[in-house]
């Protein structure tokens, strides 16, 4: 059942050859053989089976959408009423939200069962997963790797096959990085496209949820119950709703592909790069045509967004104060003891290390020297991008500089694990749409193709990944032992 594709799974509910309930103990029993990589921080499963029973009510009755029935799972970042959300830190260890998510709720609406929370960097914070409270998350194609973070447990849990699709966020590359490390798809919308309401901030300006599965077709039918204009998130956009599945199948021929040569410079893994060069001929086989174009101000990525990023969630995390929820520490002596001991407490190391960055950044006097230009330079990457979709439909380049590095390997090295993401964060910056999916193989480990698009251009870039999938194979592989 777990090779199956996410239509098959549907068409199989429909036509009641399994049952939801059948389908969701499936599930749950290979997420408890797989304990190993640590994936999820919760499983459901009482929960998870009371909503397969709903969905097979409501397949019974015939009122059932093309996702009822069908297992997910959550990143712990969603706020899910009666299940814990932690966000991969002991801060909200003890944290149950009074309130589901939108996303949860679009999820529910459509007869999705949710198997349980998925593991993730502290906060969201992290290239690996290994700054997360409940430890790091194992790489299912080795599992001495990282799976890739801050979305690790979900994109693990998806390569593992232990649920067909899942959930993720990505600030600066947190879906795209960890789906390009495990060999799946994965997809960060335009930002404003799917509600950040009861999505845990970490940088709201740059957070964006979205979907991850086993390929575009999958994913295109997760969006589908994603997306959509949300009163209750100021940053909503107010887009007409689209049918994401509809123009997969158009041919590309005539598409205009555009090559960074910023994304191919030093840096670049030489046999990721002859990964993705044999990716972009296969393209060109299908019709499209490559063209040579600039990003200059990508090298400015990395350092614009190391200065946003902590700035927004220094400010993000000053609601965790002991005093209203999260952790609080014991016998405190006055208030400033309560702050400083449940703050020490109950943060990690590395998001400690965004506080402190983004408290200077934003304080007075430096406000202007770091925060403003960071802004500055923000505009400067908009504008190339905006240039770019001038004579071009989309961008292609690697997800990721490299394959999945080993647990531990980049953990003391903060700099390090930051370029992990050179690829990545530009879009962010931007608030454009970005799709990794598999492209192939380096020393058996997963490389990512990424595919940037214009504002609200998902349905094209799924269409391209698509087309892509049609004549390979690298998104049906599984790993050895799943
Ligand atoms: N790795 C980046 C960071 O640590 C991006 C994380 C994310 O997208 N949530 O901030």
């Not at 123009?247 to 555009?258: E, F, R, T, W």
Request: glycine share 8%; aromatic share 8%; proline share 5%.
């Amino acid at each position: 059942m777990h090779k199956k594709t996410l239509i098959e799974l549907s068409q199989a509910l429909q036509q009641r050859s399994c049952s939801s309930v059948e389908l969701t103990r499936y599930f749950l029993e290979r997420i408890q053989n797989a304990q190993h990589l640590n994936s999820f921080i919760t499983v459901a499963t009482e929960l998870a089976l009371d909503q397969a029973r709903v969905a097979d009510a409501r397949l019974a009755q015939g009122n059932a959408t093309p996702l009822t029935g069908i297992p997910l799972a959550h990143k712990d970042i969603f706020c899910t009423l009666g299940v814990k959300t932690s966000a991969g830190s002991k801060m909200l260890d003890n944290f149950n939200a009074p309130y589901n998510a939108t996303i949860v709720e679009q999820c529910q609406a459509a007869g999705l069962v949710m198997l349980g929370k998925t593991n993730m960097d502290e906060f969201a914070m992290g290239s690996s997963n290994e700054t997360s409270f409940y430890g790091p998350v194992k790489n299912p194609w080795d599992i001495e790797s990282v799976p890739g973070g801050s979305s690790g447990g979900s994109a693990a849990a998806v390569a593992a096959r232990l649920c067909p699709i899942a959930t993720a966020t990505d600030t600066g590359g947190s879906i795209r990085q960890p789906a390009a490390f495990c060999g799946i798809t994965g997809l960060k919308p335009t930002y404003g496209l799917v509600s950040r309401y009861g999505m845990i901030a970490f940088a709201s300006s740059l957070d964006q949820g979205g979907p991850m599965g086993h390929s575009a077709e999958d994913v295109a039918l997760l969006l589908n119950a994603m997306a959509g204009f949300d009163a209750r998130d100021s940053t909503s956009l107010n887009h007409p709703k689209e049918d994401y599945s509809t123009s997969l199948h158009d041919h590309i021929s005539g598409l205009k592909i555009g090559v960074p040569k910023e994304f191919f410079g030093e840096g670049l893994n030489a046999d990721v790069g002859k990964v993705l060069e044999t990716a972009l001929s296969e393209l060109e086989q299908a019709g499209a045509t490559l063209h040579d174009i600039k990003l200059p101000h990508t090298h400015l990525s990395v350092p614009a967004y190391y200065i946003i990023a902590p700035a927004e969630c220094s400010s993000n995390l000053s609601r965790y104060d002991g005093v209203r929820f999260g952790h609080r520490c014991d016998h405190p002596e006055d208030l400033l003891d309560l702050y400083e001991r449940s703050r020490g407490e109950g943060f990690g190391v590395e998001v400690k290390r965004r506080i402190m960055i983004g408290t200077y950044a934003l304080s007075a006097g430096y406000y202007d020297a770091y925060y403003l230009q960071a802004q500055k330079i923000r505009r400067l990457i908009s504008n190339d991008f905006h240039e770019a979709f001038k004579t071009v439909d989309v961008i292609l380049g690697p997800t990721s500089p490299t394959t999945a590095f080993k647990i531990g390997e980049k953990i003391n090295d903060p700099i390090s694990m930051y370029l992990s993401d050179i690829n990545t964060i530009s879009v962010n910056l931007a608030g454009l749409p970005g799709l990794s999916i598999p492209a192939g193989f380096v020393n058996k480990l997963p490389v990512g193709l990424h595919i940037i698009g214009n504002y609200f251009s998902e349905a094209r870039i799924l269409n391209v990944a698509h087309q892509y999938q049609q004549r390979t194979n690298w998104h049906q592989q599984i790993p050895a032992g799943f």
